[in-house]
Nanobody, 120 residues
Framework: QVQLVESGGGLVQAGGSLRLSCAAS????????MGWYRQAPGKQRDFVAT???????NYAVSVQGRFTISRDNAKNTGYLQMNSLKPEDTAVYYC??????????????WGQGTQLTVSS
């Protein structure tokens, strides 16, 4: 019914930049909150950043000042601009959305993830 598709991952050198995109589709009335989480091999899935429909943002301390989350409400698309990348940022990045469907129900939706590898 609702789907999130991440794109933009890849291999980048330390200090480089990359932008991730998250396209939402399906029976979506509105997206209340969009966010990004990441998971390194053998580790927990950790919070990275969120943004509300009103533009209020929240960041993990580890990425604050380097990452910027944004969204285009008309396109139901979210973005994560990542600058000054570090090897510690290497992980699978997952898009998240808390949505209201066209049928008036709330859904927590996750994308399948996109790999970011930062080399030193």
């Amino acid at each position: 019914q609702v789907q999130l598709v991440e794109s933009g991952g890849g291999l980048v050198q330390a200090g480089g930049s990359l932008r991730l995109s998250c396209a939402a589709s399906g029976s979506i009335s509105s997206i209340n909150t969009m966010g990004w989480y990441r998971q390194a091999p053998g580790k927990q899935r950790d919070f990275v950043a969120t943004i509300t429909s009103g533009g209020i943002t929240n960041y993990a301390v580890s990425v604050q000042g380097r990452f910027t989350i944004s969204r285009d409400n008309a396109k139901n698309t979210g973005y994560l601009q990542m600058n000054s990348l570090k090897p510690e940022d290497t992980a699978v990045y997952y898009c998240y959305a808390f949505v209201m469907t066209d049928w008036g129900t709330e859904r927590n939706v996750w994308g399948q993830g996109t790999q970011l590898t930062v080399s030193s």
